[in-house]
């Protein structure tokens, strides 16, 4: 229902949380999921990985070693080549859930969440990226993950009550926003459990 690109992009008008005192910026992703598509396969993956504010239209890429999106991110590095993202920002639970699953390598959440539900689910292509996103997403923020910019990120408060230390990921910038009327922002939060 609405696309924002250019200089129209401005991550920070979101109501992105500093959750934590001592948090090195405000986190628009922890109720989110990253779309990425494997160069060699065609094999699409959906990760949940936090992400922090790095200006007015970009992120970190916050991803550790030896998950998914690192792999994809390795192999488009090897051919020289930026690697397209899609950050989706609320919408079906279900998605969200599967991004933070250890589906097994060359398996897309999208199709076991298909078959969970009984259907395949409604996918659109992405305006900037063509990478298949829900149709029925709230937010979400696409573009190409840079090779030679990187920024810091963090410390950000964790699900086991202490604070990650400050590390530096390529820098993500922001190419296009596409969101509903009145979007739903989901986060989660992410501190000590009760």
């Not at 639970?93 to 390598?105: A, K, N």
Request: one cysteine or more; proline letters at 8%.
């Amino acid at each position: 229902e609405n696309v924002l690109m250019g200089d129209d992009i401005n991550l920070e008008a979101f109501p992105a949380p500093h959750w934590h005192e001592k948090d090195g910026g405000r986190y628009i992703g922890t109720g989110c999921y990253h779309v990425t598509r494997d160069p060699d396969t065609g094999w699409v993956n959906l990760g949940s990985y936090r992400v922090m504010i790095h200006g007015k239209q970009s992120v970190c890429h916050n991803v550790l070693p030896g998950r998914h999106a690192d792999i994809h991110f390795k192999k488009y590095r090897d051919r020289g080549e930026r690697m397209p993202v899609a950050i989706v920002v609320g919408g079906d639970p279900l998605t969200f859930i599967m991004g933070g699953c250890d589906i097994p390598e060359g398996v897309s959440e999208y199709d076991v969440a298909g078959a969970l539900r009984g259907k395949p689910l409604d996918i659109v292509k992405g305006k900037v990226t063509g990478l298949p996103i829900p149709a029925n997403a709230e937010i979400v923020l696409e573009g190409h993950v840079s090779l030679t910019d990187y920024g810091s990120e963090g410390p950000y408060g964790d699900h086991t009550g202490y604070y990650n230390a400050v590390d530096s990921f390529p820098v993500f910038p922001i190419t296009a926003i596409t969101m509903r009327r009145d979007p739903i922002y989901l986060s989660t939060f992410t501190g000590r459990p009760p």
